[in-house]
């Protein structure tokens, strides 16, 4: 289902940063856990990083770990995904998403599959490349 909106998105060099954002038009947010998905073209959708309901837990991959930063503010319905020093590796169209709408307020490991998300955003496209 499409539930999330995800813009900023765009085309940077190596090195370089961008801010993804993910609000929900149909609903309001509230406290319930949000995970960032990346898919790059051949490869299987993968959990980035998750932000439970309170900012109070947060998980990443590997692979991003002390690059990306997930945050979060409630009252403006809005999840954000700060990307520094980003490579071509990073190069994915990035999801945000839920398991489910309430009762949702704790991540799951961030490993967990795409196919136990339930509602999703079409999506915004990074790309890394000089």
């Known amino acids: 289902q499409l539930q999330f909106v995800e813009s900023g998105g765009g085309l940077v060099q190596p090195g370089g940063s961008l801010r993804l954002s993910c609000t929900a038009s149909?609903?309001?947010?509230?406290?319930?856990?949000v995970t960032w998905f990346r898919q790059a073209p051949g490869q299987e959708r993968e959990g980035v990083a998750c932000?439970?309901?309170?900012?109070?837990?947060?998980n990443y991959a590997d692979s991003v770990k002390g690059r990306f930063t997930i945050s979060r503010d409630n009252p403006a319905n809005m999840v954000y995904l700060q990307m520094n020093n980003l490579k071509p590796e990073d190069t994915a169209v990035y999801y945000c998403?839920?398991?489910?709408?309430?009762?949702?307020?704790?991540?799951?490991?961030?490993?967990?599959?795409?196919?136990?998300?339930?509602?999703w955003g079409q999506g915004t496209q990074v790309t890394v490349s000089s």
């Open positions: 149909r609903f309001s947010i509230g406290d319930d856990a």
């Open positions: 998403a839920s398991r489910i709408l309430g009762s949702n307020f704790a991540c799951p490991p961030i490993t967990s599959p795409a196919s136990a998300f339930n509602y």
């Open positions: 932000i439970d309901g309170g900012s109070l837990w947060k």
